[in-house]
């Protein structure tokens, strides 16, 4: 159920990816967000509309009490953003040691507010919150991601996040991912007084510099033997104006891939510049829920797996795991395990056809899957689902370990859960390797077709008889219609298991060729598969249909909406939605279908935004 959460009037979210957001800090002057500020601009409202009441530490210039603070309120006026006093120490400074001043100041505090965020102090109900000692926190991936992780669990969802003193061009975009929407120059700034020239690639001494890389006005004007020929100040001057430039560079590309969808691909190369941050999109990755929670379930950009991350991301993380937990094989005696192609869906490839025509009227026998990395098992009724149709990897014939164990693991988990008389593997080179080790992992038995390549005349003949000698066997095969199957399955992965048999039942019809089959249930259009991504469209009448699993579903009050659905208008939402899926409308006076632009959770906690964009309402009778 909804939470009562602070109505923050001064934050914005407008687009997301996964964790990282494009949104805006709505003061005198709007700030884009993710932004990065100067430091020495928060007392020049003109420059930046935020301001600092201080530190506790130097109590003389700090806000003591209401008094104070409703007189710097309104010296700076309403849209301007105070920081709260705060008393700041180091992250690694035991919670007990810390001095309870901070919270003595308790009194009402009006209008855009800011606080220092430590975890189990209390917190403030604020427009912004700052990480205590981030700074501290480079280098220390583990530590930082939980400090980020405790914060987010903490602070309303609506509300931005700084991390003070850390930014750099290296490490600002996976900063960004792992949520973090304010940065600031003092690190740039820093850097430049020592010499260092910052790049998004890393960093460099200016003394190691043989040419600028860089094609900013700032180092168009200047050589690098002039550079070095300048005094301490002026070559700090003109370092701190490259860093900075580099920074909102950075910065800018950042908040296009947001914007693009495709931020984690850039992620996965860009924390190669530094040990500890491929440390920390990895601990991030094995968390499992802090990402994957905010990560849409259907994208429009082709996803790319280049990296060993792939593997481990969310989307690919997340298939497998519902193909585990909510796919059910169809009743066929024969499993035949097939390589992946380079064209997508499967079946529409050369290789797959023939295959497929290898097997003639024996098919109805058979239970095709695919063994892909980074997917791992692909059952070819999920093959046009997200994101099975939609990646992309570097084809060099060889996997790697990780690619091996991750494929391995995926093969196991499913043989183990479904059983099949007779199990046929079409594949060779890695393939075969990954086979027999789940084979012999399970003590099973694989009847093994290629014989010189999978392609090849000799090995689908042997493909052809083999399924032909063993469909002579069978006692069984699939009941019911393909297309039933199909659609079911569908429905399954993407609303939860059993849902299937409660959207296509026996008696429904299935009309319009593959990939755009419609479903019809007396009479009604109910769903249609949307051939982009693979999952289901439904119609208010599916919805009416699919309401009672609860499943997706999100509840609104008594207002009968239209075009969209803002979170402060939803009262209750299923925790399994993710930005992306189809979502069930429910109110006391409509029904509804539409796709989520947040988590379930978000939809809840949120109090700006939209939630939730319509496609079909339907008034409800009372």
């Not at 020049?44 to 309120?73: C, H, M, Y």
């Not at 093969?411 to 859960?417: A, D, G, H, Q, T």
């Not at 279908?593 to 009778?621: C, D, F, I, P, Y």
């Amino acid at each position: 159920m909804r939470n009562q959460r602070y109505m923050t009037k001064h934050f914005e979210v407008e687009q997301r990816d996964g964790r990282a957001r494009v949104g805006k800090l709505i003061l005198n002057t709007v700030i884009k967000t993710p932004c990065i500020i100067n430091i020495e601009d928060i007392e020049n409202t003109e420059k930046l509309p935020i301001v600092d009441a201080g530190s506790i530490w130097k109590q003389e210039q700090s806000i003591q009490d209401k008094d104070e603070f409703n007189q710097l309120r309104q010296k700076v006026g309403n849209n301007t953003l105070i920081i709260l006093p705060h008393q700041t120490y180091p992250y690694s400074v035991p919670a007990e040691v810390i001095s309870k001043t901070a919270d003595s100041l308790d009194f009402e505090k009006t209008g855009e507010k800011g606080s220092v965020f430590r975890q189990g102090r209390k917190v403030e109900n604020n427009d912004l919150y700052i990480m205590e000692g981030g700074g501290s926190l480079e280098n220390n991936p583990r530590q930082l991601f939980n400090a980020l992780k405790r914060m987010k669990e903490e602070i309303p969802h609506d509300t931005a996040v700084y991390v003070p003193n850390i930014a750099l061009p290296e490490n600002l975009a996976t900063l960004v991912y792992l949520g973090v929407d304010v940065l600031d120059y003092t690190r740039a700034i820093l850097s430049a007084y020592s010499d260092i020239y910052l790049t998004s690639a890393g960093k460099f001494h200016l003394n190691d510099v043989t040419e600028l890389p860089c094609r900013c006005e700032t180092c168009t004007s200047v050589t690098v033997d002039g550079l070095k020929s300048m005094d301490t100040k002026n070559r700090g001057k003109t370092l701190e104006k490259h860093n900075k430039n580099t920074l909102d560079s950075e910065l800018s590309l950042v908040r296009e891939k947001i914007r693009n969808g495709n931020l984690r691909e850039y992620v996965e190369g860009q924390c190669r510049t530094r040990p500890w941050l491929t440390a920390l999109l990895r601990i991030a990755d094995f968390d499992r829920v802090y990402i994957e929670e905010q990560s849409p379930t259907v994208r429009t950009t082709q996803l790319i797996a280049n990296t060993s991350e792939s593997l481990t991301r969310p989307e690919i993380t997340r298939f497998a795991e519902r193909v585990q937990n909510r796919y059910t094989s169809p009743e066929k005696d024969i499993l035949l395990i097939l390589p992946c192609s380079a064209r997508k869906p499967y079946s529409t490839s050369n290789s797959h056809q023939k295959f497929i025509n290898s097997l003639g009227k024996n098919r109805k026998h058979v239970h095709e899957v695919i063994l892909t990395s980074p997917m791992g098992v692909v059952p070819r009724e999920l093959e046009l689902t997200y994101p099975a149709a939609h990646y992309d990897i570097a084809v060099t014939g060889h996997w790697d370990a990780d690619e091996r164990e991750w494929v391995t693991d995926c093969l196991v988990n499913y043989l183990s859960k479904h059983k099949y008389p007779f199990i046929v593997a079409h594949v060779d080179g890695a393939y075969r390797e990954v086979c027999d080790s789940a084979a012999k992992k399970l003590g099973l038995n694989i009847i093994y077709t290629c014989v010189d390549g999978v392609t090849s005349k000799d090995s689908l003949d042997n493909l052809k008889e083999t399924i032909k000698r063993i469909s002579a066997e069978c006692t069984s095969c699939s009941k019911g219609s393909s297309k039933h199957e199909l659609m079911r399955t569908i429905a399954d992965y993407q609303f939860g298991k059993g849902t299937g048999d409660i959207l296509v039942p026996e008696d429904a019809t299935i009309k319009a060729p593959y990939p755009k089959h419609q479903i019809y249930l007396n009479k009604k259009q109910i769903a249609t598969l949307v051939p982009q991504h693979g999952t289901m469209s439904l119609t208010t009448h599916g919805a009416e249909i699919l309401i009672s699993s609860k499943n997706y579903v999100v509840t609104i009050g008594s207002f009968v909406p239209k075009g969209s659905i803002l979170a402060p208008g939803i009262l209750e939402a299923d925790l399994s939605i993710r930005p992306g899926d189809e979502v069930l409308i429910s109110g006391e006076n409509a029904i509804g279908v539409g796709r989520a632009l947040m988590s379930g959770k978000e939809m809840e906690e949120s109090t700006r935004g939209v939630a939730v964009t319509l496609r079909h309402v339907k008034k409800v009778k009372q």
